[in-house]
């Protein structure tokens, strides 16, 4: 069975470039990630194929036309790579969020002119998170194509109140279930019901306390209105990556939530740091064959072009 990354970040140089040529400040570390440097990690560890987005922080600066740039030049080197490296690599498109047209406009590129595999969000762009309502024509438009859209966190647009903890320590695991919490109770998830969703990072703090979040329609009949299958019931149709969370404790929550069959490897390159070995994840304490699935049997779901073109 073949090991597959189902996230994994690239920074195309193109677009570092024209970051400093517009002298643009992320906010965030920007390290080398490029194919070669990846592919090199991926020989180390056995990872026969990964599945790529743009790291964090996207590309919104607060100008729709340069958040439309700089989506079809970060997507078109997406789509050249997945293009010469077909059983290598599979792309996920960046979109120009909160533009909606702009983003109506770039999934109709990404899918039907470069033949891209899927869509990567963010929790929130800018204050807006996904579910929010003025972003529904974006959802139905993936709904229609039955898409794979993996969700990664963003900070919020609120100061943390522990600012000296990196964000990702809090803040990303907690906007997740942000996120999770809006795309049920907006009635997203019932609306939407073909969208292959993964969540980063086992889905931060979602399933922990998904009892919890299921409880608030208990207590508000308009969210039960929007959610009438019950939360937890659209979050065991989600799919939970173990970048930066591969460890048996966190694997505990999703397993009992959803199932080891929901569960796919990441490894959240190049911000990981990965074990010495061969084993990028030596502590899931999983047996052979449920490893066999998180390790690649499971994400054939989400991208199967990518499955097949390893079978080959």
Known sequence: MPRIDAHGHLIPERYRAELERLELETGYPLPPATPEIFSGLMDSYGIDAAVVSLSPPGVWFGDPGLA???????????????????????????????????????????????????????????GTYVGDEAWDPVFDELERRGAYVFLHPIQPATPSPMPQAP??????????????????????????????????????TAPFIAHRIGEWAGRDPSRAEAAPEGALTYMRRMWFDTGLSNNPIALAAVRELAGVERIVFGTDWPYAVLPAGNDPSPELGLGAAERALVDGANVAALVPRLADALSK
Do not use: K
Request: proline share 5%; with cysteine; charged share 20%.
């Open 68 to 126: 439309r740039e700089l989506s079809r030049l970060v997507n078109e080197e997406t789509a050249a790579l997945v293009r010469e490296q077909p059983a290598r690599f599979a792309g996920l498109a960046t979109l120009p969020l909160p533009d909606v047209e702009g983003a109506l406009a770039e999934i109709a590129y990404a899918y039907d002119e470069l033949g891209l595999d899927g869509v990567a969000l963010l929790s929130n762009v800018d």
């Open 167 to 204: 964000v990702w320590v809090q803040e990303f695991p907690f906007d997740t279930t942000r996120a999770v919490t809006n795309l049920i109770y907006s009635g997203t998830m019932a609306r939407c019901p073909s969208i292959r969703l993964q969540l980063a990072h086992l889905g931060g």
